[in-house]
């Protein structure tokens, strides 16, 4: 959920940071082109890197460790920017949240997919993604609310960004108790490990464990 709502919010913010006269338009902008413009190339480039370049690391340090670093990442680098003062560097910001958002979404979906009977995938997809999606109106709603306010000396395009990586951060917390992918465990030639998830994850689906091997 929130990390569409970290991606989405792209479009509803700008009209806040060129109220706030941290964004300009046209040859004004910091690169000569719209801020704007910047900002939304910022987020996809750091997508492609960290979709193309930095989840393939997923591989090697496992799904589990490697969304909890994606998440703190984005969360972080997210909040950070809320408080940034000039176009650059707002712009900087999101570019970082971008390869967190990249890594985060690709190994999501292959740790979902190596979870779920191959029987059931497509109805945890379509969850997965209806989860995901809500979070558009929400954000649309929350700029709509927010980006117009100033509160407690913050214009409310901070609050929305704000709003977002704060709950991401929570989130972190919920995840802890995520276990590892049992398939990667077993590729990994850890065995023992992957037979002690399953059993786990079987007692939490109300099933007998297999024995040891």
């Not at 077993?186 to 024995?211: D, N, Y």
Request: hydrophobic share 55%; with cysteine.
């Amino acid at each position: 959920f929130f990390e569409l709502y970290d991606l989405f919010e792209t479009g509803y913010i700008s009209s806040g940071l060129l109220a706030a006269g941290i964004f300009h338009t046209g040859s004004a902008g910091a690169f000569g082109i719209a801020d704007q413009a910047a900002f939304a190339s910022a987020t996809f480039l750091g997508l492609f890197v960290g979709a193309s370049l930095l989840a393939p690391y997923a591989d090697r340090f496992g799904r589990r460790l490697t969304f909890m670093c994606a998440l703190l990442w984005y969360g972080c680098f997210s909040l950070l920017m809320a408080f940034q003062q000039s176009a650059e560097s707002v712009i900087f910001f999101r570019f970082l949240v971008g390869i967190g958002l990249g890594v985060e979404l690709v190994t999501i979906d292959t740790y979902l997919t190596e979870w779920v009977p191959t029987r059931m995938r497509s109805k945890a997809f379509a969850f997965s993604f209806f989860i995901q999606f809500l979070s558009v109106p929400a954000v649309a709603l929350m700029s709509w609310w927010l980006v117009p306010q100033t509160i407690l000396s913050l214009e409310g395009w901070r609050w929305v960004v704000i709003a977002g990586a704060l709950c991401s951060l929570v989130i972190w917390f919920i995840r802890k108790n995520l276990p590892e992918s049992a398939r990667w465990l077993a590729q990994q030639g850890r065995h023992k490990e992957a037979h002690q998830v399953m059993s786990q994850m079987e007692i939490r689906c109300g099933l007998t464990p297999k024995a040891d091997f």
